[in-house]
């Protein structure tokens, strides 16, 4: 009964190509997120949903691109990957926006790691 | 424009005695600091959180100390436990809190040793 779930764990894909990567919750849970660890291990968000609408879209290039068809899922797509996309895409939901208090404390995936070639 | 940061990767201590991990932040504007828990193949996991209009907040063997003059805040775990080794993220919220971002240090791995 996995709280936050995401596949693939792994991609390895070249350059160029397309690629998605979907997340699940069955916390019940409004909001939904994206986070890269990057080479220096660094956690930034990319994009956070409510209800199913974008309330946060950091400075990410727009060949990323989140899709969310209901509360329980966010997608990730990415177009025309490049080498520096390479890095571990963390999932997370909370009950609530906000981050901080109980009521908004985020659940994370296990992570997928992509590798472009 | 790391705003929190861990400037110790790693941290190795013996079972029984204390971890203390570092975190330092450079904008005044966070309203919550947070510290996560990760093993290796898994996501963060929340542990325990300080709001920044307090300086010390206590759950069981976890203590975290924010001392904001300095923009510094400390997870102490005593006593430490080998079960504690993974990698400790300290993180903060913005208080203008823009739907839940929150700001990620690097982490620092402990390694508890029996």
């Known amino acids: 009964d996995t709280a936050v779930s995401q596949t693939p764990k792994y991609l390895v894909t070249q350059m160029g190509n397309d690629k998605s990567i979907k997340c699940e919750q069955n916390?019940?849970?409004?909001?939904m997120y994206w986070y890269k660890q990057d080479s220096k291990k660094f956690l930034k968000i990319m994009f956070s949903y409510n209800n199913k609408e974008l309330i946060i879209n950091e400075t990410v290039p727009n060949r990323f691109s989140p899709k969310s068809p209901d509360k329980a899922h966010l997608n990730l797509h990415i177009n025309s990957l490049e080498l520096g996309d390479s890095a571990v895409y963390f999932c997370?939901?909370?009950?609530?926006?906000?981050?901080?208090?109980?009521?908004?404390?985020?659940?994370f995936g296990p992570g997928t790691r992509l590798l472009v070639l | 424009d790391q705003q929190v940061k861990q400037n110790s990767p790693s941290l190795s201590v013996q079972e029984g005695r204390i971890s203390i991990l570092n975190c330092d932040y450079t904008n005044s504007m966070f309203d919550y600091f947070l510290w996560y828990k990760k093993y290796p193949a898994e996501g963060p996991t929340f542990l325990i959180s300080i709001s920044s209009i307090k300086d010390k907040n206590e759950d069981g063997r976890f203590t975290v100390f924010l001392n904001k003059s300095a923009k510094h805040l400390s997870l102490h775990i005593v006593p430490s436990q080998p079960g504690d080794s993974a990698v400790y993220f300290c993180a903060a919220r913005p208080f203008y809190n823009q739907g839940g971002k929150l700001i990620f240090g690097q982490g620092t791995e402990l390694s508890v040793k029996p």
């Open positions: 997370a939901s909370s009950p609530e926006a906000g981050g901080a208090t109980p009521e908004e404390t985020q659940y």
């Open positions: 916390l019940g849970h409004d909001t």
